[in-house]
Structure formats: structure tokens, C-alpha cells
């Protein structure tokens, strides 16, 4: 399974993105995807995840601004991120746990992409 992390850039404070992860395999629609970020000197974080039956669940941090979908179609997850912040400034990685579920520990999930540069000017 690869995944395929884009959508990334430089947006001021206030704007919005969106982030794609596009998936290889059959089992994409069975599988729990979910987003993590690492900010420069700090540890990987949460972001948001969406289970296999698009059950949703978000960091407090982002609930309210940011909005996880996926396209079973088209093996794509999505991340709108709207109001964003200088906080939110990090690599974005997308993960997939063929598990199903999308918990919000980094270890339940088996795939990685490589990540998208997300930069939001004050």
C-alpha cells in the first residue's frame, strides 16, 4: 500500500486548504485513514481520523476548522483546513490502518505517506 501525501503550501492566517492523500490497493474502502502533523522540534501529533464506515474523530485543537472526508471512488482521503493558524504550521503525513478503525495513535496504523509541508503566515 503507498500513499500519496499533496496539497501542502504557504497560506496566511485566516486561509484555507486542502490537503489529498491518494491510496493504492483494493482494500482502501475497509481501511481507517487518518492525518498526523510534526511541527519543527516537536513530536508527531493527531490531526484528525476517519474509520471505515466515515465515522469521524478530530484533535480539540482543530475540531470546528478542519474537516476529514474520504472518496472510497477514487481511494482518497481528504483534509479541508479552514481558519488556519501559525500553529498549525507542520509537515501533514496521511496513514491508513487496515484495521478500519482511525484511532488517534500513530502505532495503529501500518501505511505512511511522505508527508506535505503545510506553512501559515501570521
Known amino acids: 500500500v503507498q500513499l500519496q501525501a499533496s496539497g501542502g503550501g504557504l497560506v496566511q492566517a485566516g486561509g484555507s486548504l486542502r490537503l489529498s492523500c491518494a491510496t493504492s490497493?483494493?482494500?482502501?474502502?475497509?481501511?481507517?485513514m487518518g492525518w498526523f502533523r510534526q511541527a519543527p522540534g516537536k513530536e508527531r501529533e493527531f490531526v484528525a481520523g476517519i474509520n471505515w464506515v466515515s465515522s469521524t474523530y478530530y484533535a480539540d485543537s482543530v475540531k470546528g476548522r478542519f474537516t476529514i472526508s474520504r472518496d472510497n471512488a477514487k481511494n482518497t482521503v481528504y483534509l479541508q483546513m479552514n481558519s488556519l493558524k501559525p500553529e498549525d504550521t507542520a509537515v501533514y503525513y496521511c496513514a491508513a490502518a487496515p484495521s478500519g478503525f482511525s484511532r488517534s495513535v500513530g502505532a495503529a496504523y501500518a501505511y505512511w505517506g511522505q508527508g506535505t509541508l503545510v506553512t501559515v503566515s501570521s
Open positions: 490497493g483494493r482494500s482502501f474502502s475497509s481501511y481507517g
